[in-house]
T-cell receptor, first 114, second 113 residues
Framework: GNSVTQMEGPVTLSEEAFLTINCTYTATGYPSLFWYVQYPGEGLQLLLKATKADDKGSNKGFEATYRKETTSFHLEKGSVQVSDSAVYFCALSDLRGGADGLTFGKGTHLIIQP | EAGVTQFPSHSVIEKGQTVTLRCDPISGHDNLYWYRRVMGKEIKFLLHFVKESKQDESGMPNNRFLAERTGGTYSTLKVQPAELEDSGVYFC???????????FGQGTRLTVV
């Protein structure tokens, strides 16, 4: 079956540091890949997505590239801010966009210190 | 436009009691999903409604869980009787179609003591 593995936190960084959160997946076929974010006190929000190999998703300075050869979708940001503190979830779906049968990782708690 | 809303935000109940969680999807969204995150583990799919019909309930853990979606609008998820292992955060999401972005609610944190 499908599965997602992401680095476990908490990950603590200083403001303006470079961020990488690793995510690898196991899936049959060609899934779509997502990063969701949950800010304190809020619901899950779609941060970015990629629907086919070599696609790069980007939003709010975050980027992730769909690497089929390494089955990875690592999240990166060049310079993090305190407001980026949140829990980040990597996920995959057999469909292109919706929440149909999403498979999530365990989540990575990111803490950015001023 | 209001997003997906869930009620209550937090519930603490004793083992053996009954709890009902409610989800109000975004107006016009036919697809409604329930997910659950048990502490320290992945967010897991529970079930999927299309309008008032259950499209997929393969993720429901056992028959103590009952989900309904009356008239294809809001949905309820009842746990009866609750067990300690049911503790976690229950998320609801809705989308216009299976292929379009799903919007999640804030979640209901259920604690069974």
């Amino acid at each position: 079956g499908n599965s997602v593995t992401q680095m476990e936190g908490p990950v603590t960084l200083s403001e303006e540091a470079f961020l990488t959160i690793n995510c690898t997946y196991t899936a049959t076929g060609y899934p779509s890949l997502f990063w969701y974010v949950q800010y304190p006190g809020e619901g899950l929000q779609l941060l970015l997505k990629a629907t086919k190999a070599d696609d790069k998703g980007s939003n709010k300075g975050f980027e992730a590239t769909y690497r089929k050869e390494t089955t990875s979708f690592h999240l990166e940001k060049g310079s993090v801010q305190v407001s980026d503190s949140a829990v980040y979830f990597c996920a995959l779906s057999d469909l292109r966009g919706g929440a149909d049968g999403l498979t999530f990782g365990k989540g990575t708690h990111l803490i950015i210190q001023p | 436009e209001a997003g997906v809303t869930q009620f209550p935000s937090h519930s603490v109940i004793e083992k053996g009691q009954t709890v009902t969680l409610r989800c109000d999807p975004i107006s016009g969204h036919d697809n409604l999903y329930w997910y659950r995150r048990v502490m320290g583990k992945e967010i897991k799919f529970l079930l999927h409604f299309v309008k008032e019909s259950k499209q997929d309930e393969s993720g429901m853990p056992n028959n103590r869980f009952l989900a309904e979606r009356t008239g294809g609008t809001y949905s309820t998820l009842k746990v009866q009787p609750a067990e300690l292992e049911d503790s976690g955060v229950y998320f609801c999401a809705s989308s216009q179609s299976r292929e379009t972005e799903a919007f999640f609610g804030q979640g209901t944190r259920l604690t069974v003591v």
